[in-house]
């Protein structure tokens, strides 16, 4: 059984930092990537990585958040800085069942990933 956990939400000041992490168990990822939904709107991409190393962020947040992995331990990370309110929503990693197309992983197109977590909620007030 796949299983995909996200932990590390929490609610920061602006300007504040935090660190959320996706641990994935009964699967071997390729592709893993995190994903966020503000209340009312679209799941939006936020960042991706392969187990090469590959790395996709967006532009909204690039030079705030960085991502990373331990292939070891299946473990997914988003280190986030300097938080801004805009940034307040659920985030959810996920996985795709084959994930060896690093183009589809960089695109961070939702329906491209079949295995998603519950999320975890990061709140950044003003």
């Known amino acids: 059984q796949v299983q995909l956990v996200e932990s590390g939400g929490g609610s920061v000041q602006s300007g504040g930092s935090l660190r959320i992490s996706c641990a994935v168990s009964g699967f071997k990822p390729n592709c893993m990537a995190w994903f966020r939904q503000a209340p009312g709107a679209d799941r939006k991409g936020v960042a991706s990585t392969d187990n090469t190393g590959h790395k996709s962020i967006v532009h909204v947040v690039k030079g705030r958040f960085t991502i990373s992995r331990d292939n070891a331990t299946n473990t997914m990370y988003l280190e986030m800085n300097n938080l801004k309110p805009e940034d307040t929503a659920m985030y959810f990693c996920?996985?795709?069942?084959?994930?060896?197309?690093?183009?589809?992983?960089?695109?961070?197109?939702?329906?491209?990933?079949?295995?998603w977590g519950q999320g975890t909620q990061v709140t950044v007030s003003s």
């Open positions: 996920a996985t795709p069942k084959d994930g060896d197309n690093w183009w589809l992983c960089a695109l961070l197109e939702a329906e491209d990933f079949d295995y």
